[in-house]
């Protein structure tokens, strides 16, 4: 007997699902999710032309040289906001430089139509509670997975460009791969231009090992994300780095998910500065002369005090997350280079290990000075939390490197609000 009498349904639906019309319905829809893809990636592909035609014009831009003029003409997409600042001087910001600015942005995103998608599938009840968001905001599951083999992904960029008296002050973008709250940590990359680095009412802040190897040129961050923030008379060389960037992962068919996809040479910095950082910690002179000179140029609210050593006493101290007994050693201030000269004798005791550059659940041995000898003298650099070196040997060449530097502007826009990049 012939398997189409032994088993009439099971060969009926294999002629349904086989034959010559279900072979049409599926060369339909996968034409229709070809189609469909082409399409999305079409207009990813033209939302990134845009993006990388602002990212050029920025290149072309000169901190303080270029005027308002050149902005209008050379970046694509500005639009001159209905905004402009009278600044003054406060307790907040210190001594900033004065003067009239003016502000220019240009965003590209399809951040409406991404989140009127999201809406969409949370009101189709029946895969929404399947869909998830990670930690690092990308979000799976549901048909999440399905838009994004279609090429449909979650894409922003925004620019600004700050003038200040008719020249230009600060040049910013960032790239977003993911939709987050606050928006800047969606951005898989971010650059910044700054003349320094300070905070509001002089507060203290991280200054990592890294921002001490390339203090005009600093690269922070992982693969999901890296900062970049350079200083207005950083080498060229360097900062055309900052705006070499490929965007065509956006449309590809794997989508952004590392920055090596989008900015491989900032990637290549990045592990260089780290690499060297660590060669300089694990060598004899951890703390050289050229990083101290980085600090004062581009970090104003930095102390800087010549101590001479008193001798040695046991105290309580902290060691990590433990509370223990340490020898610490007595200094008297003797010179303040930059900031006030405190009256008495302050202890100091310095730890024993410190971060490893790119990797802070690492540790490395502090090379650098831990202690001194009576009448010997040191200089310490304080107001900030430095990694490494916060205390150097106050050689003559140390004293030179800090006295002969001489400080970097103080604009308004180059506040920090959550520590460096």
Not at 48 to 74: H, Y
Request: glycine fraction near 8%; aromatic fraction near 10%.
């Amino acid at each position: 007997m012939s398997l189409r009498k032994r088993f009439p349904a099971a060969f009926w639906i294999s002629r349904t699902l086989t034959g010559r019309v279900a072979r049409r319905v599926y060369a339909g829809v996968v034409a229709v999710l070809i189609a469909t893809g082409a399409g999305i990636r079409v207009y990813t592909y033209t939302l990134t032309r845009r993006m990388q035609a602002v990212i050029a014009g920025l290149s072309k831009l000169e901190i303080d040289k270029s005027s308002e003029g050149n902005v209008a003409r050379v970046v694509p997409y500005v639009v001159r906001r209905d905004w402009h600042g009278k600044l003054t001087r406060t307790p907040e910001t210190g001594e900033i430089d004065l003067g009239i600015e003016h502000l220019y942005t240009a965003q590209v995103s399809n951040e409406r139509f991404w989140l009127n998608y999201c809406r969409y599938v949370y009101a189709v009840k029946w895969c929404s509670p399947n869909a998830e968001v990670t930690e690092d905001g990308y979000v799976n599951g549901c048909v999440y997975p399905l838009a994004n083999l279609l090429g449909y992904r979650y894409v922003a960029f925004g620019a600004s460009v700050t003038l200040l008296d008719g020249k230009v002050s600060t040049i910013s973008y960032g790239v977003a791969n993911r939709l987050t709250g606050p928006r800047v940590f969606g951005e898989i990359v971010s650059v910044k231009s700054v003349h320094s680095f300070w905070t509001a009412y002089r507060r203290e802040f991280e200054i990592r090992s890294t921002d001490d190897e390339s203090p005009q040129f600093r690269v922070n961050g992982n693969e999901d994300g890296l900062g970049v923030a350079y200083t207005y008379d950083a080498p060229r060389e360097l900062t055309e780095h900052a705006f070499e960037v490929h965007l065509s992962c956006f449309w590809g068919l794997q989508g952004c998910r590392h920055v090596k996809q989008i900015a491989p040479q900032l990637w290549q910095d990045r592990n260089a500065i780290e690499s060297a950082t660590l060669a300089r910690l694990q060598s004899a002179e951890p703390c050289p002369d050229r990083i101290l000179a980085g600090r004062i140029r581009y970090l104003p609210d930095t102390a800087v005090l010549v101590l001479e050593a008193k001798g040695f006493s046991t105290e309580s101290v902290t060691q990590g997350n433990h509370r223990l007994e340490g020898v610490v050693t007595k200094y008297e201030a003797v010179e303040a280079i930059a900031g006030g000269l405190p009256k008495g004798i302050q202890s100091i005791w310095a730890e024993d290990t410190v971060p490893f550059p790119g990797d802070y659940r690492r540790r490395l041995p502090n090379g650098g000075v831990r202690s001194a000898n009576a009448g010997e003298r040191v200089l310490e650099f304080s107001n900030m939390r430095f990694d490494s070196c916060g205390i150097v040997a106050a050689t003559p060449s140390a004293l030179a490197a800090v006295r002969s530097v001489s400080r970097a502007p103080r604009r308004s826009e180059d506040q920090l609000v959550f520590g460096l990049m």
